[in-house]
């Protein structure tokens, strides 16, 4: 009985100190470089998306780098799975949606899970994130949590899997529902590599002023390829951590998201050209420093 008392306190102890609210224990078991056990099933409003990652992942990563009463963005909203984890989670959220769609779907999940989750508020707002940043107060934000669209290789693999691989296992095995977000100008995703990089480092600025002294900017980014230009490998979660950096952000860590076990294995390049299947993203972790 003594001991258990004495846990108890050493963890009040711990979790008191703590910029995050968690334990030793807590801070290792959640230390690891690979993460291949964050997948979670996909909801209604997720299928209508086709780009979206697992609110597993969002839980993790809130609970890592915030505490309860904490504010998290995510400037890229898509159909709001950030800001349901950090409701369910108990901090206060933060949305961002260019795609008037996609804002209106995010809108009512987000809605949907305060009823059934948490009274905490949040905040959803509709269109370029470069110029509505200027509606957070500055220092205000503990964690950017968000991932991107991937420059234009939304409209390259629409191409490649309408016109080429509309019956490989690339397609079926792997339910691909990917679809172009929008026809905006201002959308990342319809934007060359080069065009992208410069967006995303004026974000990245508006970002930095956003976020208080110790807090996290992390951005979940999939390398590709585009072999129609001869480019064999886009370095893509470099490119954003550069930009990150540029805007002053320290470039923090790298965790891999192993996603192998929800991908099947396809042929590529066979028989002329070897290339692994990128069944991998990155979480891209920049910090804002005290």
Known sequence: ???????????????????????????????????????????????????????????????????????????????????????????????????????????????????????????????DCEMLLDIVPNDSIQLTLTSPPYADLIHKVVDDRTNRHKNSAFVTENNATTKIYSNNENDLGNMPLEEYKEKVLRIMRKLYTKTKPGGYNVW???????????????????????????????????????QNEQRSLVLLGYPSVFYVNQNHSYLVIMRRAK
């Not at 306190?9 to 959640?30: D, S």
């Not at 780009?51 to 009463?69: F, H, N, W």
């Not at 949305?95 to 948490?118: C, D, H, M, P, R």
């Open 1 to 127: 009985m003594e001991q258990k008392e004495t846990t108890t306190k050493k963890e009040i102890e711990q979790r008191a100190k703590t910029f995050n609210g968690m334990t030793a224990r807590e801070w290792t078991q959640n230390s690891r470089s690979v993460w291949n056990d964050v997948s979670s099933a996909r909801k209604s409003q997720h299928l209508l998306h086709g780009a979206t990652y697992p609110e597993k992942l969002c839980d993790r990563v809130i609970s890592m780098y915030s505490k309860q009463g904490d504010c998290v963005l995510d400037p890229f909203l898509g159909t709001g799975t950030t800001l349901i984890s950090a409701l369910k989670n108990n901090r206060f959220g933060i949305g961002i949606e260019l795609s008037k769609e996609y804002f209106t779907i995010a809108q009512a999940a987000v809605q949907n899970s305060l009823n059934l989750l948490s009274t905490t508020s949040f905040q959803i707002y509709n269109g």
């Open 220 to 258: 979940v980014a999939k390398d590709f390829r585009d072999i129609k230009n001869n480019i064999p490998y886009v370095d893509l979660h470099s490119a954003i951590a550069e930009c990150g950096s540029n805007a002053g952000f320290v470039y923090h860590d790298l965790i891999i998201w192993d």
